[in-house]
């Protein structure tokens, strides 16, 4: 079964606002990462954040991390059209570990 | 760097051909890479982990019969579909991880199989 469930499903939202994702997960994890998708095409790395970290910063991006409440959100500040992608959430190590993948938030950033 | 090139970006077959997809990690060497199926609108589902010199591991459902997975040197794994069917058509997408454990994956562009 996935591990991550993102919510929402589906966002739309004007250019110039913030976007926040959230992202719930039912085992112990080690890290937490978001990844980008355009449409029909591979998925983008966004941000990685370890089990021992609460908040995480790049550029218009913060992701926070709350292990107690096994929840993580992506927030996407002052969004621009060009934001509007699918973007997921996964759990679980890499290097010969499994990543398994939320069910994903579609953001539509309207100019 | 970390380039994970995924070739052919879309194909059209018959059904009961046979279709190969190649994955392959441009500029690091990756012993790990991970097949997944993606249907419109959906998540990643995984189906199979390659590993480099030995088989791969599927995930439970997946027939290993179907979908032949080789991983015959660090920068290549392919994925062939065999006997497909209609039902096989999706979107594949690969991925390697660059670096040990706690290191992001890097993904193909995918690959879109159509079955007529």
């Known amino acids: 079964s996935q591990q991550g469930e993102e919510d929402p499903q589906a966002l739309s939202i004007q250019e110039g606002e913030n976007a926040t994702m959230n992202c719930s997960y039912k085992?112990?994890?080690?890290?937490l990462q978001w990844y980008r998708q355009n449409s029909g095409r591979g998925l983008v790395h966004l941000i990685l954040?370890?089990?021992?970290?609460r908040e995480k910063h790049s550029g218009r991006l913060r992701v926070t991390l709350d292990t107690s409440k096994k929840s993580s959100s992506l927030l996407i500040t002052a969004s621009r059209a060009a934001d509007t992608a699918s973007y997921f959430c996964?759990?679980?190590?890499?290097?010969?570990?499994?990543?398994?993948f939320g069910a994903g938030t579609r953001l539509f950033v309207k100019a | 760097g970390a380039v994970v090139s995924q070739h052919p970006s879309w194909v059209i077959c018959k059904s009961g051909t046979s279709v190969k997809i190649e994955c392959r990690s441009l500029?690091?060497?990756?012993?790990?890479m991970f097949w997944y199926r993606q249907f419109p609108k959906q998540s990643l589902m995984l189906m199979a982990t390659?590993?480099?010199?030995?088989?791969?591991?599927?995930e439970q459902g997946v027939e290993k019969d179907k979908f032949l997975i080789n991983h015959a040197s660090l920068t290549l794994s392919t994925l062939t579909v065999t006997s497909a069917h209609p039902e096989d058509s999706s979107f594949y997408i690969c991925?390697?991880?660059?670096?040990?454990?706690?290191?992001?994956?890097?993904f193909g562009n995918g690959t879109r199989l159509t079955v007529t």
């Open positions: 500029d690091f060497q990756a012993t790990t």
């Open positions: 996964a759990t679980g190590g890499t290097g010969g570990f499994k990543t398994i």
């Open positions: 954040i370890r089990s021992n970290e």
């Open positions: 991925s390697a991880s660059f670096g040990g454990q706690g290191s992001p994956l890097h």
């Open positions: 390659s590993n480099e010199g030995s088989k791969a591991t599927y």
């Open positions: 085992t112990s994890i080690n890290n």
